[in-house]
T-cell receptor, first 113, second 117 residues
Framework: AQSVTQPDIHITVSEGASLELRCNYS??????LFWYVQSPGQGLQLLLK??????LVQGIKGFEAEFKRSQSSFNLRKPSVHWSDAAEYFC???????????FGGGTRLMVKP | DAGVTQSPTHLIKTRGQHVTLRCSPI?????VSWYQQVLGQGPQFIFQ???????GRGNFPDRFSARQFPNYSSELNVNALLLGDSALYLC????????????????FGQGTRLTVV
């Protein structure tokens, strides 16, 4: 079965520190992968996407993610976290069957001053 | 340009009632999908429509139904509401589905917060 897993439910980092949020996927073929961010009570904003090609993708707000086929991972990174980055982050994927996204359970990021 | 718009933003219903949620996709987008997000969880896929035809259905009971109109807007209907239907309902639009051979990303609206009491 297709699945996306985010192992970390909560992560706390200090402002200015680096960040890595983990995402693992299970698909028969290379999926299309996405990271979304959600502020409390709000919808989802797309941070970045991976369709094919270069395995390191750049997104908005200084985020990047690296697709690693050997590890079935698509981890999200940011070199220096800002207090405004505190939110819930969701990894999601879909395959050629359509745009029906499968989401991970989310990682809640808290930023310490 | 306007993004994906959903209405209403908040709704309170009583158990057993019926509810209709509405979504207008980004201009030019022909695909609309619906997701349910229960508090503390990731969104779960409910339906996808493309060019007014249902292209996918998630694991939800028949109380849930949807349709897409000629202008590509969409409605999600839920009958016989249960307490467990309380959630944030998200609509997403895409320019295509990958079943057309083109990969695209989904853009989400702000959601409708449904509370069933």
């Amino acid at each position: 079965a297709q699945s996306v897993t985010q192992p970390d439910i909560h992560i706390t980092v200090s402002e200015g520190a680096s960040l890595e949020l983990r995402c693992n996927y299970s698909y028969g073929a290379t999926p299309y992968l996405f990271w979304y961010v959600q502020s409390p009570g709000q919808g989802l904003q797309l941070l970045l996407k991976y369709f094919s090609g270069d395995t390191l993708v750049q997104g908005i707000k200084g985020f990047e993610a690296e697709f690693k086929r050997s590890q079935s991972s698509f981890n999200l990174r940011k070199p220096s976290v800002h207090w405004s980055d505190a939110a819930e982050y969701f990894c999601a994927g879909h395959n050629n069957a359509g745009n029906m996204l499968t989401f991970g359970g989310g990682t809640r990021l808290m930023v310490k001053p | 340009d306007a993004g994906v718009t959903q209405s209403p933003t908040h709704l309170i219903k009583t158990r057993g009632q019926h509810v209709t949620l509405r979504c207008s996709p980004i201009s030019g987008h022909k695909s609309v999908s619906w997701y349910q997000q229960v508090l503390g969880q990731g969104p779960q896929f409910i339906f996808q429509y493309y060019e007014k035809e249902e292209r996918g259905r998630g694991n939800f009971p028949d109380r849930f139904s949807a349709r897409q109109f000629p202008n590509y807007s969409s409605e999600l209907n839920v009958n016989a509401l249960l307490l467990g239907d309380s959630a944030l309902y998200l609509c997403a639009s895409s320019s295509q589905t990958t079943s057309t051979g083109v990969a695209t990303e989904a853009f989400f609206g702000q959601g409708t917060r449904l509370t069933v009491v």
